[in-house]
């Protein structure tokens, strides 16, 4: 056998096979590093005490963290995008119209920022904020956090 070790091509004499040669260990290394990048945002976001939810231009789910789940009360096996997730929380909030025209205002201005209070049918006060995701200068989505105000009123337990 004939290797070229510039090109890592290689010619086996007695057959005339041609094949080449790849070292792989960079590749592998680099996607180790990936896995762990990954992994290490993931606990990131589950260690955040707000809710997190970052959805697509499209409005579909890209990531999101338990506490997101918990603070809407919504199952975590429920495939959420933004039709699912406004009509959910409009079930929730004590003024659907108001909050459906500011999702209306919203959406009409795609690089919006947005800080908002919503009041709950259970008594809750959540601070609801947005803002844009952004890949390489563009639209890529919105990265939305819901926490719970400390000042909110817990249902009684009776």
């Not at 007695?14 to 094949?19: P, V």
């Not at 040669?21 to 990131?44: F, I």
């Not at 989505?141 to 719970?148: E, L, R």
Request: proline share 4%; charged share 25%.
């Amino acid at each position: 056998m004939i290797v070229n070790p510039a090109t890592g091509t290689f010619r086996a004499d007695e057959r005339g096979q041609y094949g080449s040669l790849t070292d792989v260990a960079a590749l592998h290394h680099r996607q180790l590093e990936l896995e762990r990048s990954l992994e290490q945002l993931s606990a990131t976001l589950e260690a955040m005490r707000d809710g997190i939810l970052v959805v697509d231009r499209f409005g579909q789910r890209q990531t999101c963290n338990a506490k997101f789940f918990e603070i809407w009360g919504f199952s975590q096996l429920e495939e959420i995008d933004a039709a699912v997730l406004h009509g959910r929380i409009l079930e929730r909030v004590e003024n659907p119209c108001d909050f459906l025209a500011r999702v209306n205002e919203l959406e009409r201005l795609p690089g919006a920022e947005s800080d908002d209070i919503l009041q709950l049918k259970d008594g809750r006060t959540l601070l609801v904020c947005s803002r844009p995701q952004r890949i390489d200068g563009r639209n890529a989505g919105v990265c939305g956090a819901s926490a719970t105000s400390p000042n909110s009123r817990r249902p009684s337990r009776s």
